[in-house]
Structure formats: structure tokens, C-alpha cells
């Protein structure tokens, strides 16, 4: 017995394969800040969900959440719950979902692909995908990413021994419907949607090799799986539907869903190929192996020998040609000026029909297969490929053509990526020679090696503060870049780790040593994941800058429920103008303001003081500059016989809009200073 044979089998595998996403993200979890928008905004809500004893509306301060289910926000505030408490203000406690479901991610890729593939290459597949980028990234987020890739790959696991054959397809169907149920209240109908595709994936491409796709699925008709969705799915929305006056559906389906069909949802759009172009980084280390595993698979279902039938290539140029007359059609229209708001031209201009791709591929191929001749049954280890290769192409095509893309919502196909290196590393430990495929594996995997090395290392933060500290209006670039300058340098030890792991996966895998290529890729994508984690991202405050208001409010003694450190009253809320990021609401207060309820006008009554304002002097979207609010706010203070009290300046970039800003915390108090 091999070595991979020992730790593939056993208790072993899943502990191993647990600790490498677990241990991978955990630094992420517990040092960096809250992240915004989209991670402030679900933790926030989910406190809220705590401090109100309401789980049924989902609210950002006075503001209706209708976009996303419940169903994270009932597991962040969970956590929350029980290892802290609503009064707390960190973070990690509403990222330990996501931390647990990627790292349950992992094992459920392991599950899903011992059937499919065997146990050897499934392990290999689960090692990395546990490893890689943006698993790890998305398991320190507390959005719902993290827990629905694991819902999603336990639901294609349980897919798949149905349609090899099991002999429970009652509990393996069951299986099915309840992780469908349960993801439909964490992100709506993406699960429901993935396996859809591969299920009808691998049922069309029945027909198009045997003329039959056979009726594996049967079980999945029983009436206990749709009456458990309903079950469990319909309660919720009947509920927040009538909370909400029947706004919910309207804000989750016709303002959030069809927002991101037809158009880039929020402004974000992109390129064609967006996720493509972002996997060497995002899927770094298990690039090494991704167009091997591709090209071993596609060989292995086409025949004998890697022939491709007349059949197959006539299936598969059909397909190429819809995907690049939809490809045209989409982004050709998006180059059409607007016509009139409602007009028949403008409806057609902005229609974006590529999400609909996987679908009419599946068509397509049923209408070609009518006259395909009976012929035996595959191989499960044919089958098994199959269902794979229909679930990691089918869910990249959707959201590759979706018109709103984000880097993380190809998420859902990396285990079934990573299960197909897991085959390709088996079949070069067994002999089989892939030289081209091998070549460009390399040159991915070295691609993201390199671009991960160059952004985390100190100088590229350096030259990036000198690109930056010349867009601030208020203050010079040299002074800018002054106080940044503790920010420039960080540990770099184990960024030379992560490099040499990296050299060192490249040399194995040239040598043959597949398994060893894959360990120290693994161990290189987790070291630079923790200098990242670790040493980068926290020390740089100069983009962190809800931590930079935190700065700026030490310096008066401003920081809500903080008054004991500087034995002075603290403030009960602090007023802002010029800065409205969601962290800042999480981490210093549900209670405090910011534009447009920031009242303008200092209060006249005694019991109201120590007011506490911070003060963006580079808002240029304010209808007041600030430095006229802040004269008045001045004056009022002499009227008021009140005392002023000004902290320095800080500075910092808020990356999440790329705009400079300057903050400096006022602190008024009643009467003489304290």
C-alpha cells in the first residue's frame, strides 16, 4: 500500500482534508477587519436579527434587507450567540459559518467524488480545491458562499450515487431535496439550479452516446422531496412577506434576481472570459493540474483511446457554435446606444440571453440525439466523468455568461474542477503521459504563483501609496505618504516560503513526482495565504479605513461604550459626515448616524454632551463641503460656551469606492473641558 493509499483512507483523509481549509482560512477569520460592503451589510443585519430578538425581517439599521433569505443571518447570529453575544462588536464570530462550511466543502468533495472516481483521486481533487484561493478567501467572509458550495457539493454527491446506483436512492434522493431546501434559504436557487444542470447534463449526454438517458432520477419525483422544500422553504417566506407588506419578493426576485439576469447588477460587470481570466489566482495551486484533468476526462468519456466519435464531435461543434453566437449576441448588444425606457428596441437591446446557455446545450443535444442508435451501457468510471465534467462546465458556463459577474460566483464548480485534477494526478501516477497538457498546467500554476508574490510583496504596497496619496485634495501627497509610512513594511518570511513551495511544486510535477508536486503545491498556496492573512492585510490600515476612524476617534476619547480607557465619558453614538461604510455601523454601533441622518446642528441641552462627531474633510459628495459644516459646527460650539476638542488626521483610501478620505474626530463637551 502506497502512502496516498494510507492517508486516503480512513479517519485520516477527512481530518487532513478538514485541517487544510480550516487551518488555511483561520488566520483571515480572527485578524482581519470587517470587510465592505457585502460582508459588513450580512453581519450587520444578522446583529441586528440579536439585538432586536427579531429572525424574521432581515434589516440594515432602519433599512429592509429584501434581497437574500434568512437563512445565513439565523446561522451568523447563531454563532454569534453562543460564543459571544450581541453587545460584541468583533467580527469573527459571524465568519464562523462561512469557516465551517468551507471547510465542509472540502469533506463533501471528498464524499462526492469517492463514487465517482475513486478514493485516491477524489482525495487528491478534495486537497485542492480545499486548498485553493478562493475557498479559503471566502471561508474569512461572512457572506453565504462559504456555506452554499458545501450545500451544493453534498447535494451533487448524493446526485451522483443515484445515478451509478445505490441501494438506498430513497435516503440518496432525500439527501438531494433537503440540501436544495436548505440552500434555498441561504442564497436562493443556485443549488437547486447546479444540480439541475448536472443531473439534466448527464441525462442528455445518455442520449447522445446510448440513445437513452435512462431513469436514475426517478426517486427524485417521490412526493416527500418537494413536500420537505415546501416544508421547510415556505414558512420563512410566507412570514417576512407579510412583515414586510408583501415587499420581500418584490426586492428578492424583481429588484435583486432580475437585476442580475439582465444587466451587471450594483455596476458590476466585466469581460468576456471574466472567471477564466481570474482562475491561475483564484484556483492557484490546483491549476497545475485543471487542463490535464479537463483534457483526461473529455478524452476518457469520448471512446476508446481518446477517439472522438462521429457523434461526440458532432455534439461538440454544435455546441461551440451556440456558445459563440450567444457570446456575440450578448456582448454585441451591450454595444448598442439606448433606445427609449421602455421600448421594444431598449427591452431587445438589454436582453442577455447567455445564462440560458447550459440549458439550450442540453436541448440542443436531446433534438441531435432522436436518431442516435442504441448501444451499451458505459463504464461508472465513464459515468462518473460524465456527471463531473456536466456539473464543473455547465455551472462555469452560466455564470461565465451571467451579465453580473463576481469572481466568487464560479465557486459552486471548483470541487468538480478540483475532483478532475484529483483524476488527471491519478492517471500520472499511473503512467499516463499528458506533455502539453503538463505544460500549460505549469505555466498556469506559475502565473498565479507569481501574480499572488508580486501583490503581497512590501513594494508593491509601496508603490501603490505613492499612486495614491496624490488623489487627496486636503492635505499633500508628502504628507499623506508620511503618515503612512509605518505601513510599508511587513514580515516577508513566509511570502520566500510560499516562493520556494511553490518552485518546489513546479520541479516535482516536471519530474513526475505528481503527489509530491501536489503537497508542496497545497503547503505553498496555504503559506501565502497566511502571509497574506497574517502580515499583509492586517497591517495595512492606510486601506482599512473604518479602522482608520477608529484611529481618529481614540484620539478624543469618541468611541462608543470605550469611555473607561480614558476616563472620560464615552459618547453613546458617534454622528458622521462624509462616511457611511457598513463595517463602520458593525463594529462601533448599530446606534450611530451617518449621511443623511447625521444632524448638522449641535444640541442645546446639557445631558446630550459629550457629542462626538467624525469628519471626512474629503467628501466631495456632501450638498455642504465639510469644512463649512465644520465652521458652523465650530461656531455654534462658542455660542454654546461649549469646549472643542480636535483629533489629528488621518488618512487612508476606502477601497471599496477608491476614494481618498480624511478624517478628524470633534469632540464637543457641556461647558469646560473635562
Known amino acids: 500500500m502506497t502512502v496516498l493509499d494510507r492517508i486516503s483512507t480512513g479517519w485520516k483523509a477527512w481530518a487532513l482534508l478538514f485541517l487544510i481549509t480550516f487551518g488555511a482560512a483561520a488566520p483571515g477569520v480572527f485578524l482581519l477587519p470587517a470587510l465592505d460592503r457585502d460582508e459588513s451589510r450580512f453581519a450587520q443585519a444578522s446583529k441586528e436579527m440579536l439585538e432586536e430578538n427579531n429572525y424574521i425581517l432581515i434589516q440594515y439599521q432602519d433599512e429592509l434587507r429584501n434581497k437574500k433569505p434568512a437563512g445565513i443571518h439565523w446561522l451568523q447570529a447563531a454563532s454569534t450567540a453562543l460564543l459571544t453575544g450581541p453587545e460584541a462588536k468583533q467580527i469573527w464570530t459571524y465568519r464562523v459559518p462561512s469557516w465551517l462550511g468551507a471547510a465542509f466543502a472540502t469533506l463533501a468533495c471528498f464524499w462526492a467524488g469517492i463514487p465517482l472516481i475513486g478514493r485516491r483521486a477524489a482525495f487528491l481533487g478534495a486537497a485542492l480545491f480545499g486548498s485553493t484561493l478562493l475557498l479559503t478567501s471566502e471561508a474569512h467572509i461572512s457572506k453565504t458562499d462559504g456555506v452554499l458550495v458545501f450545500l451544493t457539493t453534498l447535494g451533487i454527491g448524493a446526485l451522483g450515487r443515484l445515478y451509478l446506483g445505490t441501494d438506498k436512492p430513497g435516503r440518496m434522493a432525500f439527501l438531494v431535496w433537503l440540501t436544495v431546501s436548505a440552500s434555498f434559504l441561504i442564497k436562493g436557487p443556485v443549488t437547486m439550479m447546479v444540480v439541475a444542470y448536472a443531473g439534466l447534463g448527464v441525462w442528455a449526454w445518455g442520449l447522445a452516446a446510448e440513445g437513452k438517458g435512462r431513469d436514475w432520477w426517478r426517486p427524485l419525483a417521490a412526493w416527500q422531496g418537494p413536500v420537505l422544500f415546501v416544508a421547510m422553504v415556505l414558512p420563512w417566506f410566507l412570514w417576512i412577506q407579510a412583515a414586510t407588506n408583501g415587499q420581500y419578493i418584490e426586492g428578492a426576485v424583481g429588484k435583486d434576481l432580475k437585476d442580475k439576469f439582465t444587466g451587471a447588477s450594483e455596476g458590476h460587470g466585466g469581460w468576456p472570459f471574466y472567471h477564466l481570466t481570474h482562475m491561475p489566482a483564484w484556483f492557484f495551486p490546483a491549476t497545475l493540474l485543471l487542463v490535464a484533468g479537463i483534457v ?237 492573512r497574517i502580515f499583509m492585510l492586517p497591517s495595512q490600515l492606510w486601506v482599512q479605513p473604518t479602522e482608520t476612524a477608529r484611529l481618529a476617534l481614540e484620539d478624543v476619547c469618541g468611541v462608543p ?80 460656551g461649549a469646549c472643542l476638542t480636535e483629533g489629528d488626521s488621518h488618512y487612508a483610501i476606502n477601497y471599496s469606492n477608491g476614494d481618498p478620505v480624511h478624517f478628524r474626530a470633534w469632540r464637543f463637551d457641556w461647558g469646560k473641558c473635562p
Open 296 to 532: 483526461t476526462a473529455l478524452k476518457r468519456v469520448a471512446g476508446q483511446g481518446g477517439i472522438m466519435t462521429p457523434a461526440v464531435r458532432r455534439y461538440g461543434l454544435a455546441a461551440a457554435a451556440l456558445f459563440a453566437l450567444l457570446l456575440a449576441l450578448n456582448y454585441g448588444l451591450g454595444l448598442v446606444p439606448p433606445f427609449a425606457a421602455g421600448s421594444v428596441a431598449e427591452t431587445l437591446r438589454t436582453l442577455k440571453p447567455l445564462p440560458a446557455l447550459p440549458f439550450l446545450l442540453i436541448g440542443l443535444i436531446w433534438w441531435l440525439s432522436r436518431e442516435v442508435p442504441a448501444a451499451p451501457e458505459p463504464s461508472d468510471e465513464v459515468k462518473g466523468l460524465r456527471l463531473i465534467l456536466a456539473w464543473g462546465l455547465l455551472t462555469y458556463a452560466f455564470f461565465e455568461l451571467m451579465p453580473t459577474l463576481l469572481s466568487h460566483y464560479i465557486l459552486p464548480a471548483y470541487p468538480a474542477f478540483g475532483l478532475l485534477c484529483g483524476y488527471a494526478a491519478v492517471r500520472l501516477i499511473d503512467g499516463v503521459k499528458m506533455p502539453v497538457s503538463n505544460v500549460t498546467g505549469y505555466v498556469l500554476f506559475a502565473i498565479g504563483a507569481i501574480a499572488l508574490l508580486a501583490v503581497s510583496w512590501p513594494g508593491a504596497t509601496t508603490a501603490y501609496m505613492a499612486d495614491q496619496a496624490g488623489e487627496f485634495r486636503t492635505v499633500s501627497s508628502g504628507e499623506v505618504l508620511a503618515a503612512w509610512t509605518p505601513y510599508r513594511d511587513y514580515p516577508v518570511w513566509l511570502w520566500w516560503g510560499g516562493f520556494a513551495l511553490a518552485g518546489l511544486a513546479l520541479i516535482e510535477a516536471a519530474r513526475r513526482h505528481v503527489a509530491v508536486g501536489i503537497a508542496f503545491g497545497i503547503a505553498a498556496s496555504i503559506a501565502l495565504g497566511w502571509h497574506i
Open 561 to 640: 461604550g470605550e469611555g473607561d480607557l480614558c476616563n472620560v465619558p464615552a459618547p453613546e453614538r458617534v454622528l458622521t459626515l462624509g462616511y457611511a461604510e457598513p463595517s463602520y455601523v458593525l463594529t462601533l454601533g448599530t446606534q450611530n448616524l451617518h449621511p443623511p441622518q447625521t444632524p448638522l446642528d449641535l444640541p442645546t441641552e446639557a445631558s446630550a454632551y459629550p457629542v462626538v462627531y467624525l469628519l471626512n474633510f474629503e467628501d466631495r459628495k456632501a450638498s455642504e463641503p465639510i469644512t463649512e459644516t465644520a465652521k458652523r459646527l465650530r461656531a455654534e460650539a462658542g455660542r454654546l
